[in-house]
Structures are given as C-alpha cells and as structure tokens.
C-alpha cells in the first residue's frame, strides 16, 4: 500500500438515496486526501448496479462493521438509525456527519458520548443559507431567530404531524400554513423535512427559542426557507430556494454540501467557519 493510500481519510456513508449516491461519486471521482472505504444499505441488491459503475466499488458491510475501516462516517438513512451509525464512530474518538439533524434532538447522549471520547458531530451546512453568520452573532446575544419554510404539498406528504393531525394535504389549492411552533416540535412532527430547521436552531438560538412556520404551497416546485435574525451584533435575513433531489423531501443542495465539506478536510484554503 502507498503512503498516500495509508494517510488517506476513509469515509463510509450510510444510505444510497440521492445523496448518499452523490457524494460516493464524488468521493470516486477523486476528493483530494480522502477514499470511500464503504458503505452500507439496507438492501444490498438494489445497489449493486450503482457500485459496479464506480471506478473502485467500495465493501458493502452492516453498519456496525464501518467504524472498523473508516475515519468519517456520513449518515444519510432514515433518523431512527442515527444511534446506531452515530456511536461507534464518536466512541472511537472518529467523525460522523449527520444529515438527519433534528434526530440528536432526542438523541443527547450522542454529544456527550462524543465529547467524552474526542468524536465529533458534524451538521452540514446542507440547504440553507448562512449558517456562518448565524454562528458568529451565537457568540454575542440573539434576541430572535425566525424561520419560514414553504415547501410543495408533496415534500410533506407522510409527515407524522400530517398523518396526526388527518391533514389532507392532497386536497391543498392555495398556500396554507399547517405548522407553527418551535424547531424542536417541528424536529418531531417533521423529521425528514425540517432538518434545515434544527440545524439552524443548533447553530443560534437553540431549539426551543428557534420560532418555525410550515406552509404548504401547491404552486411551488422548490423548498423555500426564509430567516431572520436579530441579535446584538446584526440583524439580517436570509432567503434561499432549493431545487428538490429525487426524493422531494431533500433538495440537491445537501448532497453538495456535504461535498463542500469534505473537500476542506485537507484544503490548502479553507473559507467560512
């Protein structure tokens, strides 16, 4: 094996969906300092097509086998797996990139399982805007953080605060809002939708004073995030328009995101906190 081979970051990722497809190509493709070690699905078969087309298919291994063979681990599955992708790696001092943000919510012992072993949490910039600015003004005082979200009437389809609360959103014609409470509340009744959310309200305020409005808009084909800020540094606002991925719950700017990331691992210049 070469040095370069042997100093290299292994990254395993979690999931084949649009993203998790994404950035295994890239990862393929080439990511200076960085090589795929593995990945893990749950139906192996599906994906079988999709890897034999990579310049070097990566190990397909159950989850619990990855942090054996990789440094970062990138989770782009369902939240209720987020535990068991999350803990071996932090408990091994190692990194794990987190797409599903709103699951750490209720998932706590994760952080401190990270701090106490040296891991880490990464929550990707991933579909909104400014996360940057929102960090820097976290270091004086916030006085409000204000987000809403409008989002075609199929992104929200299968929601658990739709199905709760017998929303037909099918029947939808006009805008209409259907939530508003907190990123914490949202987290919950929206975990494959406001992602966005909880990653704004980890990065400012917090959850519980991150303030979210969900509207519902048959007209729009892009998810739509508008925030506002106001603290003792700045006040700003911010708005951005993400075009949906294959899967309308996500928009391709996420799998970019966690790109972008990887590419400043070992970046001779590395822009934005």
């Known amino acids: ?79 209720a797996l987020l535990p068991e992708i999350v803990k071996p790696f932090v408990s091994k001092g190692k990194t794990a990139i987190v797409l599903s943000a709103g699951a750490l919510l209720f998932n706590d012992d994760l952080i401190a399982l990270a701090k106490a072993n040296g891991g880490q949490i990464v929550v ?54 259907i939530f508003a409470g907190t990123a914490r509340e949202a987290a919950k009744g929206f975990p494959a939708n406001l992602n966005v959310a909880v990653a704004l309200s980890l990065a400012g305020a917090g959850p519980d004073a991150t303030t979210l409005e969900i509207w519902a808009d048959p007209s729009l084909t892009r998810n739509v995030h508008r925030v506002e800020v106001d603290s003792d540094s700045a006040r700003f606002s911010m708005q951005i328009e993400n075009i949906p991925s294959e899967n309308p719950k996500t928009g391709r700017i996420t799998a970019l995101s966690v790109i972008a990331y990887l590419r400043k691992q070992r970046a001779a210049l590395r822009v934005g906190t």
């Open 1 to 79: 094996m070469s040095t370069e081979a042997k100093s290299a970051t292994r990254v395993a990722i979690v999931g084949l969906g649009p993203i998790g497809r994404k950035v295994a190509e890239a990862l393929d493709r080439g990511i200076d300092g960085l090589v795929l070690a593995a990945v893990a699905v749950q139906n192996p078969e599906k994906h079988q097509a999709f890897l034999s087309g990579l310049g070097k298919a990566p190990p397909v291994l159950p989850i619990a086998g990855l942090a054996d063979v990789a440094d970062i681990v990138i989770e782009c599955a369902p939240a």
């Open 124 to 177: 990707p910039t991933g579909a909104l805007i400014g996360l940057d600015a929102v960090t820097a003004a976290a270091e004086g005082k916030i006085n409000t953080v204000r987000m809403v979200t409008r989002k075609p009437v199929k992104g929200l389809a299968g929601a658990p605060y739709i199905v709760e609360n017998k929303i037909d959103i099918d029947s939808i014609t006009e805008p209409m809002k």
